[in-house]
């Protein structure tokens, strides 16, 4: 079956504009997770949805940073006002519930570089 | 989360064991062990899960200590595929014993596997 897509797989974008990118999970995958990695970095976890909702923003790096998840499938990160340190490599992953126990898939992620 | 120590990098010959140690001396008793791999500029992969009995699984081995303070994943027969970063994970539990889904990735080990 098909696995966690994300679009678009690379992003270039001038400073100061505004970014979306977007993640399809596993049809059926209750709960939607985003991390980003930077380079030389390990992976940072970002943000979670169990359905619709985000229990948990901790991660987010910044009030620039906003999720959103509908129809409990597709989610899209947006990033307002990009900045040069918002260069990374950002990975979508699912899971059936939001549990370690159940396997994350993770997606192929999209790259964005800010100039 | 428990914090989990790993040696930051490891070689092994193709076809021998690679034998990846975690110590995770703060784990408590529900909470349970993940391993992933991130291979060179791909999205993580799940590999296998345990609490307190060996697993094992199609793709490693995981060997808990009787005291649960660390761990060792066993890569059987490597191959020279197997090159990739490994993390040990212990994410925490609630007082169920569920584990929370949100994946904290360290460092991990990055294994080199030489012809």
């Known amino acids: 079956g098909a696995g966690v897509s994300q679009s678009p797989s690379n992003k270039v974008t001038e400073k100061g504009k505004d970014v979306e990118l977007r993640c399809d999970p596993i049809?059926?995958?209750?709960?939607l997770y985003w991390y980003r990695q930077s380079l030389g970095q390990g992976l940072e976890f970002l943000i979670y949805?169990?359905?619709?909702?985000?229990?948990?923003k901790s991660g987010l790096p910044s009030d620039r940073f906003s999720a959103e998840r509908t129809g409990g499938s597709v989610s899209t990160l947006t990033i307002q006002r990009t900045q040069q340190e918002d260069s990374a490599v950002y990975l979508c992953?699912?899971?059936?519930?939001?549990?370690?126990?159940?396997?994350?898939?993770f997606g192929p992620g999209t790259r964005l570089t800010v100039t | 989360d428990a914090k989990t120590t790993q040696p930051p990098s490891m070689d092994c010959a193709e076809g021998r064991a690679a034998n990846l140690p975690c110590n995770h001396s703060?784990?408590?008793?529900?909470?349970?062990v993940y391993w992933y791999r991130q291979i060179h500029s791909q999205g993580p992969q799940y590999i296998i899960h345990?609490?307190?009995n060996n697993e094992t699984n199609e793709m490693a081995s995981l060997i808990i200590t009787e005291d649960r303070k660390s761990s060792t994943l066993i890569l059987p027969h490597a191959t020279l595929r197997d090159t990739a970063v490994y993390y040990c994970?212990?994410?925490?539990?609630?007082?169920?014993?569920?584990?929370?889904?949100?994946?904290?990735f360290g460092q991990g080990t990055i294994l080199t596997v030489h012809p």
């Open positions: 992953a699912s899971s059936l519930v939001w549990t370690a126990y159940y396997e994350q898939y």
């Open positions: 994970i212990a994410p925490g539990a609630n007082a169920g014993g569920t584990s929370y889904g949100k994946l904290t």
């Open positions: 703060t784990i408590s008793g529900n909470e349970y």
């Open positions: 949805f169990q359905g619709n909702s985000a229990p948990d």
């Open positions: 345990g609490l307190k």
């Open positions: 049809s059926g995958h209750t709960a």
